[in-house]
């Protein structure tokens, strides 16, 4: 079955330092990766994506490159700021049995300090 | 604009009752879900509907029921059987299936309290 394995939180930094949270992941068939972010009390939000291996997806200065051969799909900024603190969750979709299957990691909890 | 609305945003409910969360979307997508999310878990998928009139049970449905029958709303019933309700519940949904590469678009989520 399909599984997402992130690093485990909380991650603290303080503001204007290098991020990196780790995701892998196993999956049957071809899968799509994602990033969402959830902010405190509110449902979650697309980050990023990549549907194919080799893929970067990036968006609001976060980095995540699709990497088949490790199964990986790690998240990066080089400068947080105070309002990225938030749960950011790493998840893939397949095709599985005529339907598409969302499969979700735990979360990371990442608060940046001033 | 366009967008998922979850009501209430937070209810509390006495053990034995029957509640039911609303989910009222916009999009015009043709599939919804539910997800319930406790503290440090994932999101785990309770129900979802590729079409309406249609849904099929998912990881964790015991307890819960749902109905379809407006392609704009997705309401989940959370019974009396469910035997640890408190939890946040989220509803999703996204454009027909296999047209798109499974990205959700989430509502704001309703907290449940089981006093």
């Known amino acids: 079955g399909n599984s997402v394995t992130q690093m485990e939180g909380p991650v603290t930094l303080s503001e204007e330092a290098f991020l990196t949270i780790n995701c892998t992941y196993t999956a049957t068939g071809y899968p799509s990766l994602f990033w969402y972010v959830q902010y405190p009390g509110e449902g979650l939000q697309l980050l990023l994506k990549?549907?194919?291996?080799?893929d970067k997806g990036s968006n609001k200065g976060f980095e995540a490159t699709y990497r088949k051969e490790t199964t990986s799909f790690h998240l990066e900024k080089g400068s947080v700021q105070v309002s990225d603190s938030a749960v950011y969750f790493c998840a893939l979709s397949t095709m599985d049995t005529g339907r598409r299957a969302l499969t979700f990691g735990s979360g990371t909890r990442l608060q940046v300090q001033p | 604009d366009g967008g998922i609305t979850q009501s209430p945003k937070y209810l509390f409910r006495k053990e034995g009752q029957n509640v039911t969360l609303s989910c009222e979307q916009n999009l015009n997508h043709d599939a919804m879900y539910w997800y319930r999310q406790d503290p440090g878990q994932g999101l785990r998928l309770i129900y979802y509907?590729?079409?309406?009139?249609?849904?099929q049970k998912g990881d964790i449905a015991e307890g819960y029921s749902v109905s379809r029958e407006k392609k704009e709303s997705f309401p989940l019933t959370v019974t009396s059987a469910q035997k640890n309700p408190t939890a946040f519940y989220l509803c999703a949904s996204s454009p027909r299936q296999g047209s798109n590469t499974g990205e959700l678009f989430f509502g704001e989520g309703s907290r449940l309290t089981v006093l």
């Open positions: 990549a549907t194919k291996a080799d």
């Open positions: 509907s590729q079409i309406v009139n249609d849904f």
